[in-house]
């Protein structure tokens, strides 16, 4: 069996000002034409479809369009990330098209979705994990766990504090707040995957030979490298699940019995990468299929090419995995140099792309409209002034010369004293100041 494994579409998203709707149009058709090349069973996209969540319109005809045209060659599961509404996301889903299944509900997360191959034999079984917040997280599982395990969480009790006749205290018992996990992405992550053991156990044991399996999930794994472009999902200090909870099943006495999880397609973080691990499941994050921020870029540190992940599957797990690169439609770059090198043929082949400049050592008069001319496409400029020898600092007093002053922080600024005409506009600006800090008295 064959599964294509994606995330963070991010619809509606913009690249410093730029609008990416045709850069997601190219990607949504060579999506469909993947999945009819490698006859493709199954879609996974884990979390984080649209970029908001309240989504612009040209987005969600787009999603609906591209729907559409999966469907009608393989099918689909969806799950909502921290960025998407699930709320909105979720709407009506029992009632979508065939071949689309979303798992938008956390209450539903333990039912199982069994994916047939292309002969419409049972071949896989999908866990999706919508995305987890604790804060509503952690009071929706206890009941679950507690119905479904017979695992009950501890209620906090408290005590009202009432003042006696003699001024005195005493204590009445109150009722106890309701059961809740730990406010951490680990506890209800945790939690969800003991529901997914018992459930992975129940269906396992339901047929003769071993089912693969799958778990969508959308969170930040502890050892994943993160990007510019993510959203912070830090709850009371921490952001981050360990990667052992997905071979231990959260600790789930069914872990050993249920066969395990095979592979974990992740969603959230945008770059592409493979969690490495001595034992358990195979823990992959698709990454973005766009790149949404310079670091992403072709070329930066840690960059990798932007793709989706094509799984082959067995009885015995993964026997395959192959990234599949997305189409680039906007090239984006960091150009970083001295003014003379950015200005020399060597930088010729980045004049049509989304640019960012770091320009290094001197920052001459009208450097930056200089470099918009050279790169009209110039979104973010960074300027790092030279490593200046240690001199003399002015003292700011009430008689210090306030040009010097001026013109001392415009050389730690651009790395040069300032020109005879730029001093005279500085001049021009103080005395300015002075007219209208006395006319005001």
């Given amino acids: ?26 990607f949504a058709d060579h999506l469909v034409e993947l999945v009819s090349a490698e006859s493709v ?9 649209y970029d908001r969540a309240i989504p612009p319109n040209d987005a969600v005809a787009l999603l609906d369009e591209t729907l559409r045209r999966l469907t009608e060659r393989t099918r689909v599961v969806l799950t909502p990330g921290n960025h998407d509404s699930a709320r909105r996301l979720g709407f009506a889903a029992d009632l979508m098209r065939e071949g689309l299944i979303i798992r938008a509900r956390t209450a539903g997360l333990d039912r199982g979705i069994i994916l047939p191959d292309a002969d419409g034999n049972e071949a896989a079984i999908v866990h999706a994990l919508p995305y987890l917040d604790p804060d509503a997280a952690r009071e929706i599982l ?21 003042q006696t006749e003699d001024g005195g205290t005493s204590s009445r018992p109150v009722q106890p707040e309701r059961p809740r996990l730990p406010r951490s992405h680990e506890a209800v992550v945790s939690a969800a995957l003991r529901l997914v053991a018992a459930d992975l156990d129940r269906l396992r044991a339901g047929h003769s030979r071993r089912l693969p399996s799958l778990l969508m999930a959308h969170a930040f794994v502890v050892g994943g490298e993160a990007c510019e472009s993510e959203r912070d999902i830090r709850v009371g200090g921490v952001d981050s699940v360990p990667s052992g909870v997905f071979t231990t099943l959260g600790g789930s006495p069914l872990a050993e019995r249920s066969g395990g999880l095979d592979y974990v397609a992740l969603g959230h973080l945008h770059r592409p990468q493979e969690l490495t691990r001595p034992t358990g499941p195979r823990l992959v994050y698709s990454g973005s299929p766009l790149p949404f921020s310079f670091d992403e870029a072709e070329g930066a540190r840690n960059s990798a090419t932007k793709s989706s992940v ?27 140099g001295t003014m003379p090198e950015l200005l020399s043929p060597a930088f010729d082949d980045a004049t049509g792309a989304w640019v960012r400049v770091i320009l290094q050592g ?4 009208g ?44 050389d730690d600024v651009c790395g040069r004293a300032p020109q005879p ?16 800090a006395r006319s005001e008295r």
């Fill in 421 to 436: 005409s730029e001093r005279g506009v500085l001049r021009s600006a103080y005395e300015s100041a002075l007219v209208s």
């Fill in 1 to 26: 069996m064959r599964i294509l494994h994606t995330s963070d579409w991010h619809l509606g998203r913009t690249f410093h000002g730029r609008v990416l709707d045709d850069a997601h149009a190219a």
């Fill in 142 to 162: 206890p009941p679950l766990l507690a119905e479904r395990l017979g695992e009950e969480t501890p209620a906090k009790h408290t005590a009202d504090n009432d």
């Fill in 367 to 410: 450097a930056l409209a200089t470099l918009k001319e050279r790169f009209p496409s110039l979104l973010a400029f960074q300027h790092e002034a030279p490593t200046r020898t240690a001199r003399e600092r002015i003292t700011v007093t009430a008689a210090a010369d306030p040009l010097r002053i001026t013109e001392d922080f415009f």
């Fill in 310 to 336: 094509l799984l082959d599957l067995s009885a015995d797990g993964v026997t395959g995995l192959e990234r599949i690169p997305t189409p680039v439609l906007h090239q984006v770059r960091t150009l970083t």
């Fill in 362 to 365: 001197e920052r001459p008069p």
């Fill in 41 to 49: 069973d199954a879609v996974l996209v884990a979390g984080d479809v």
